[in-house]
């Protein structure tokens, strides 16, 4: 009793301190306006007696609470929690934040993670309040609204983009969840918002929690960068990272920029922010796959104040943390892709580009390919036709829900592929937050004080390492 009451305290603390390190990883519903908030609302701080708790949103929309319009909730970071978990709890919520529930039905979530349909529903429901139904719901009712906000398409070619089985579904849970008809969740849209004309694309902002350090991971997409489907440009601090996506139901081009925003209205250390971001699609379908795949890249999810306090207790790291507070640890925007150019390098991955990639039908700039699936890739020789062919058959999976540890087993059989390799791979395709790669720089032995963000001291030392070389001070 004693425990829960101290876990209340906690939360109702971070409500009434608008305390935006807590975005996404609980909300807050107030029973006497039926509406539910992110930590950070600037609204007046409900009473504590009226004030109900949720792991997720959709556990909050399922209890029958509305989305607050001043804060909009459904717009937050996810929780850092998913990431770093590898339990199936974990596993499924990345997998549904991918979209496998819309695309594959809950037969299939539960497939991917080796149980059965009834066993997700129970674990789902016993931990966050929702099962994958309501949790694929809630995401996509966020989908709509930002594709009514940000788009002029018809609200039919909406509905279906945004993974609703039919029009009454859509219109039905608009309503429920914003407690607006999509007409008039259009009509609140901001004008900053919106679509461009002329401007092809979806207009995003990219949610953090906390400081974010975008120079090291534009830095780190400038060195990796392959001709054909990535290209970066402008100068540091204002660059703008774009590249194409193979995608499940088509192609995409999204492209970042580097100046990260601040969010106003909170307290000014607990502030979270936003990167600049534009998607263009073939096929509407992919938004939640294409957003979800530049979450992981830019490793917008993750919690820099646990990351931070860990690693700033030792006294070797704590002058670099201190330096780079929110330094991420880049991801993936294809996992499959990823694990390829490990293998190869980036001279081979450039050949492979223009022998294997498929040609996109309207090319952008120097974008006009898309890195090649892995069944295309079966007829190489050697350690990298060895890798297509478990991608391929699906004996190696490294989707968002994939057992880390299972797929580490799988590539450790694979001929060529060392150590370090793998540990590239698991952390990088995989998002594992807590990976040592062996023959880095990275200090004490092992590491184990970092735990369980040894993925994130790696790139301190890293960066430091590359500064100093440079001969330039610490950003």
Same mark, same amino acid.
């Given at each position: 009793?004693?425990?829960?009451?101290?876990?209340?305290?906690?939360?109702?603390?971070?409500?009434? &301190?608008?305390?935006? @390190?807590?975005?996404?990883?609980?909300?807050?519903?107030?029973?006497?306006?039926?509406?539910?908030?992110?930590?950070?609302?600037?609204?007046?701080?409900?009473?504590?007696?009226?004030?109900?708790?949720?792991?997720?949103?959709?556990?909050?929309?399922?209890?029958?609470?509305?989305?607050?319009?001043?804060?909009?909730?459904?717009?937050?970071?996810?929780?850092?929690?998913?990431?770093?978990?590898?339990?199936?709890?974990?596993?499924?919520?990345? =997998?549904?934040?991918?979209?496998?529930?819309?695309?594959?039905?809950?037969?299939?979530?539960?497939?991917?993670?080796?149980?059965?349909?009834?066993?997700?529903?129970?674990?789902?429901?016993?931990?966050?309040?929702?099962?994958?139904?309501? =949790?694929?719901?809630?995401?996509?009712?966020?989908?709509?609204?930002?594709?009514?906000?940000?788009?002029?398409?018809?609200?039919?070619?909406?509905?279906?983009?945004?993974?609703?089985?039919?029009?009454?579904?859509?219109?039905?849970?608009?309503?429920?969840?914003?407690?607006?008809?999509?007409?008039?969740?259009?009509?609140?849209?901001?004008?900053?918002?919106?679509?461009?004309?002329?401007?092809?694309?979806?207009?995003? @902002?990219?949610?953090?929690?906390?400081?974010?350090?975008?120079?090291?991971?534009?830095?780190?997409?400038?060195?990796?960068?392959?001709?054909?489907?990535?290209?970066?440009?402008?100068?540091?601090?204002?660059?703008?990272?774009?590249?194409?996506?193979?995608?499940?139901?088509?192609?995409?081009?999204?492209?970042?920029?580097?100046?990260?925003?601040?969010?106003?209205?909170?307290?000014?250390?607990?502030?979270?922010?936003? =990167?600049?971001?534009?998607?263009?699609?073939?096929?509407?379908?992919?938004?939640?796959?294409?957003?979800?795949?530049?979450?992981?890249?830019?490793?917008?999810?993750?919690?820099?104040?646990?990351?931070?306090? @860990?690693?700033?207790?030792?006294?070797?790291?704590?002058?670099?943390?201190?330096?780079?507070?929110?330094?991420? &640890?880049?991801?993936?925007?294809?996992?499959?892709?990823?694990?390829?150019?490990?293998?190869?390098?980036?001279?081979?991955?450039?050949?492979?580009?223009?022998?294997?990639?498929?040609?996109?039908?309207?090319?952008?700039?120097?974008?006009?390919?898309?890195?090649?699936?892995?069944?295309?890739?079966?007829?190489?020789?050697?350690?990298?036709?060895?890798?297509?062919?478990?991608?391929?058959?699906?004996?190696?999976?490294?989707?968002?829900?994939?057992?880390?540890?299972?797929?580490?087993?799988?590539?450790?059989?694979?001929?060529?592929?060392?150590? @370090?390799?793998?540990?590239?791979?698991?952390?990088?395709?995989?998002?594992?937050?807590?990976?040592?790669?062996?023959?880095?720089?990275?200090?004490?032995?092992?590491?184990?004080?970092?735990?369980?963000?040894?993925?994130?001291?790696?790139?301190? =030392?890293?960066?430091?390492?590359?500064?100093?070389?440079?001969?330039?001070?610490?950003?």
């Amino acid at each position: 009793m004693g425990r829960m009451g101290t876990e209340e305290d906690t939360r109702y603390e971070a409500v009434r &301190s608008r305390d935006a @390190r807590f975005d996404g990883e609980f909300f807050f519903a107030v029973r006497t306006t039926g509406i539910y908030c992110r930590p950070s609302c600037p609204a007046v701080t409900p009473k504590r007696q009226n004030v109900r708790y949720y792991a997720t949103a959709a556990a909050a929309q399922s209890s029958g609470f509305r989305a607050c319009r001043r804060c909009r909730p459904d717009a937050v970071p996810g929780s850092a929690a998913w990431n770093v978990r590898a339990d199936v709890v974990g596993r499924a919520m990345r =997998l549904i934040g991918d979209g496998v529930v819309d695309r594959e039905g809950v037969g299939g979530l539960a497939g991917r993670l080796g149980y059965s349909a009834r066993q997700v529903q129970r674990q789902l429901t016993a931990e966050l309040g929702a099962g994958p139904v309501a =949790l694929a719901r809630a995401q996509r009712a966020h989908t709509a609204r930002l594709l009514l906000q940000t788009t002029p398409l018809p609200v039919t070619e909406i509905a279906f983009a945004a993974g609703f089985a039919s029009v009454r579904q859509f219109n039905d849970t608009i309503r429920e969840v914003y407690a607006r008809t999509p007409t008039e969740l259009r009509a609140d849209a901001p004008e900053r918002g919106r679509a461009v004309a002329g401007v092809a694309g979806i207009p995003l @902002r990219l949610a953090h929690r906390g400081p974010y350090r975008a120079g090291p991971v534009f830095d780190h997409l400038a060195r990796e960068r392959v001709d054909g489907i990535e290209e970066l440009t402008g100068e540091p601090g204002t660059r703008v990272f774009r590249r194409t996506l193979r995608l499940p139901y088509g192609t995409g081009i999204v492209s970042v920029d580097e100046a990260a925003h601040e969010q106003s209205g909170t307290l000014a250390e607990h502030r979270g922010g936003w =990167l600049d971001a534009r998607i263009h699609l073939t096929d509407l379908r992919d938004l939640t796959t294409a957003v979800g795949r530049l979450r992981r890249l830019f490793d917008l999810d993750a919690d820099p104040y646990a990351i931070d306090e @860990r690693l700033g207790a030792d006294p070797g790291l704590a002058p670099l943390v201190a330096a780079r507070p929110g330094l991420r &640890s880049p991801g993936a925007a294809d996992a499959e892709e990823c694990a390829v150019r490990a293998v190869v390098g980036p001279q081979e991955a450039a050949r492979l580009v223009e022998r294997y990639g498929k040609r996109l039908d309207a090319p952008c700039g120097g974008l006009d390919r898309v890195f090649p699936a892995p069944d295309e890739l079966v007829g190489e020789g050697g350690t990298l036709g060895a890798l297509a062919r478990v991608l391929a058959d699906g004996t190696l999976r490294l989707d968002p829900g994939a057992d880390r540890d299972d797929a580490e087993d799988v590539l450790r059989t694979l001929p060529g592929i060392d150590a @370090r390799t793998v540990a590239l791979i698991r952390m990088r395709a995989l998002g594992d937050p807590d990976v040592t790669v062996p023959g880095d720089p990275v200090g004490p032995a092992g590491g184990d004080a970092w735990r369980p963000w040894r993925s994130y001291a790696r790139q301190h =030392l890293l960066v430091e390492s590359s500064w100093k070389e440079s001969g330039k001070h610490r950003e």
